[in-house]
């Protein structure tokens, strides 16, 4: 059984499995504007590989101000991505990574 859990009351997350939990590094990697993947760094795997461990999603119907959490230094390491091709054509920036 794979417990889901609630950070706040807008932000839930599920793990794929339980030992999934137990990892060092954890990020988040949205897909759209209220669901993601909870992926870590592959163990032995090349520049930009990455392991999914499960799904996010944030709750915008009750997502307040108040309930934003920033966090310093929340950007990954550019090192950490297997191509950074540079901005689109509305000058977002693009990265790539694998999943493994």
Known sequence: MYRPGIYNSAFHYFFDSESARVTEDIYLLPICNKIGLIVTTAKGGGKGDFIRLGLFWIDTSELRYKDLVRIPGAT????????IPGPDENDIPQYSIILV
């Open 76 to 83: 990954m390491d550019e090192a950490l991505y297997a191509e």
